[in-house]
């Protein structure tokens, strides 16, 4: 996730990526059922929204720090429970931590930093100025959902949320199955690039671009049927919200 940026007109207090936050009250505000997922979860801002809007949710994130900023956020809020030996549990919360990266296979992956901000990562070192982070077990949204049994019992995900600085096209490759079985309404994503192998993933899946934006958030919606050719050429990173037809 990109790190805070605020241009002198942002208020205090409100967060960097003001029209996916609008993005999501609206799609948690609605009718819609379902838990939300959220990959590349960062501090957690996200995560603490659906929470406060009534959703379960299941984050990932794979920086030590920023895990350990949402454990506090959730104990903060009141959202957990002391176990029998006096501890805090996070899992009571209604929010599902996973400290682990995903990506488009089960593999052993390399985070890399890149700039002074320590949550900015990408999946593989393309850059000379990269700082290695960490080691970090990866795990594809299709194996995880298997592992859940959502196939079989028909978890309803209102949101699939993803912003992870550049591994988003492996995250929607192994999320191919969880995309087409229709259990999936919204997905709000950040790419750092875009790619028509995605593009064509979500398009086969039977999503449509809602709306696109900048990296603040989706605010327009798309001029013409073409994805790839609308959007190619536009500044990144770029947000799309994605709508399940």
């Given amino acids: 996730m990109r790190p805070p940026e605020r241009d002198a007109e942002d208020a205090p207090g409100v967060y960097n990526q003001t029209n996916v936050t609008a993005a999501v009250q609206e799609i948690l505000s609605s ?10 979860a960062n501090i957690g801002w996200f995560t603490l929204l659906s929470r406060a809007m009534g959703r379960e949710v299941e984050a990932f994130e794979a920086l030590r720090p920023n895990v350990f900023r949402m454990c506090e956020s959730l104990f903060l809020n009141r959202w957990t429970k002391s176990t029998t030996a006096g501890k805090w549990d996070p899992s009571t919360s209604g929010v599902r931590i996973y400290q682990t990266a995903v990506g488009g296979l089960l593999e052993r992956t390399t985070l890399f930093q890149v700039g002074s901000h320590a949550s900015v990562m990408v999946m593989r070192d393309t850059n000379t100025n990269a700082t290695k982070l960490v080691d970090t077990d990866t795990v594809t949204l299709d ?75 989706p605010d327009q919606s798309l001029d013409g049927d073409d994805i790839y050719e609308a959007l190619k050429d536009a500044p990144t990173p770029l947000t799309i919200w994605w709508k399940r037809l």
Avoid: C, Y
Avoid at 32 to 38: F, N, P, R, S, T
Avoid at 162 to 179: F, K, M, P, Q, T
């Fill in 143 to 217: 194996h995880f959902a298997r592992g859940k049994q959502w196939f079989k019992t028909g978890t309803s995900i209102v949101l699939l949320k993803i912003n992870v600085a550049g591994g988003e096209g492996d995250i929607i490759a192994g999320a191919s199955r969880l995309l087409s079985s229709k259990l999936v309404k919204n997905v709000i994503m950040t790419a750092e690039r875009v790619d028509k192998h995605w593009i064509d993933t979500l398009v086969e899946a039977v999503f449509v671009v809602h709306k696109w934006g900048p990296w603040t958030g």
């Fill in 31 to 40: 009718s819609q059922e379902g838990i939300v997922m959220d990959v590349g």
